[in-house]
């Protein structure tokens, strides 16, 4: 009489019973932080060669900058915890506007501010029309250090509006129309300002989305 086919042992399981998977942490509450950036500091928090960066005025971490602002410009820079947030701060899909006070080289003539509202051709392509005007020289900060004039050349200031995030648009567009930029600050973001921020301070505020 055949024996009955013998059943094939169950392999067992050659992986160890690890621990429990923990819940993973609720995220962090989204953070907005307004700084208001000196002259000189990288917008950064870590630089190999000893420069400023704005690790030298905040000490909150997991936050990083939404956007850009040159180490040569000053003024208002929005960092957050919140990378739905920073897109839509930075990215110019959204076209957010930002507002800058600008001192250049020369007198703005009437002819050159129409040139910067309806936009004026880069070595990258023609921008955007921008809101342009001339603007009575506005109570700042002493920049530091100071910016060099040529006493036979006057200066004016101008604001200007920008929905675009090209790399130094503004130095760009007003040496486009022959008025080089001297200082260059940046005074609003959408509905954020710099209004009550002294330079080199921070304040956090409601993290809107």
Not at 144 to 160: C, D, I, M
Request: with cysteine; aromatic share 6%; hydrophobic share 35%.
């Amino acid at each position: 009489m055949p024996l009955p086919p013998r059943s094939k042992p169950r392999r067992a399981d050659a992986r160890p019973a690890g621990p429990r998977r923990q819940p993973k942490a609720p995220p962090a509450e989204p953070r907005l932080i307004l700084f208001n950036k000196p002259f000189d500091v990288l917008t950064q928090f870590s630089d190999g060669e000893g420069r400023a960066t704005l690790k030298d005025f905040i000490d909150i971490p997991g936050i990083y900058p939404a956007g850009r602002l040159d180490r040569d410009s000053e003024g208002l820079l929005l960092l957050t915890n919140d990378g739905r947030l920073q897109a839509q701060i930075a990215d110019p899909r959204h076209k957010l506007p930002k507002t800058y006070w600008v001192q250049v080289e020369g007198e703005a003539s009437d002819e050159q501010v129409r040139r910067l509202r309806e936009g004026v051709e880069l070595n990258d392509g023609p921008t955007l029309p921008a809101e342009a005007r001339r603007l009575d020289e506005p109570e700042l900060w002493p920049r530091n250090p100071p910016v060099r004039f040529r006493k036979s050349v006057p200066t004016s200031w101008l604001e200007l509006v920008i929905r675009e995030g090209r790399n130094r648009q503004v130095r760009r567009m007003t040496a486009a129309v022959g008025l080089p930029t001297l200082r260059l600050v940046r005074v609003r973001i959408g509905d954020w300002t710099l209004d009550g921020l002294d330079q080199g301070c921070w304040r956090e505020v409601p993290a809107k989305r």
